[in-house]
């Protein structure tokens, strides 16, 4: 019952997927990135006289590009909070560990509850029979048959 929790935690808190490398540039492609306003020419340095295009890029929506940015903030913010608390988890593992290795380790012979009842029971012989002598010899020379 307890493996499939302990299974699941641990698949969960595997490190997350690491961000991929940025491609290499492809040819042709603008070398900078160049803002382009509604009313307003385009840029000289994409286009030739003729209106045709010197370099190739992709014109994406201003909303869909702030967008991007508020989910690229979103998923650092998840992944640091995630690393937290993967540490968090982490701790509790290793402390879980120590308690089940701390409890699997043999238990000391004079630890053993059998070893502790027989010393008990060998002690109280031990104390009533150092009593009983005391009583009997006090008795013994109390008497006047010591002398």
């Avoid at 508020?70 to 995630?82: C, D, F, L």
């Avoid at 402390?95 to 070893?115: D, G």
């Amino acid at each position: 019952m307890i493996g499939a929790p302990l299974f699941l935690g641990m698949a969960l808190a595997s490190d997350p997927i690491d961000r991929p490398a940025a491609p290499n540039p492809v040819d042709g492609e603008c070398h900078k990135v160049l803002p382009i306003t509604k009313g307003k020419a385009l840029p000289q340095v994409i286009v030739e006289p003729p209106g045709v295009a010197k370099c190739s890029a992709v014109a994406v929506p201003l909303s869909q590009f702030s967008d991007l940015l508020q989910t690229e903030k979103w998923g650092v913010a998840i992944q640091s909070q995630y690393k937290i608390e993967t540490s968090r988890l982490d701790m509790e593992i290793d402390w879980y560990k120590n308690k089940l290795e701390q409890s699997n380790q043999p238990v000391p012979w004079l630890e053993k509850p059998a070893t502790q009842r027989w010393l008990g029971r060998i002690e109280t012989i031990v104390i009533v029979g150092v009593v009983t002598a005391g009583l009997g010899t006090t008795y013994y020379y109390s008497s006047g048959a010591g002398r």
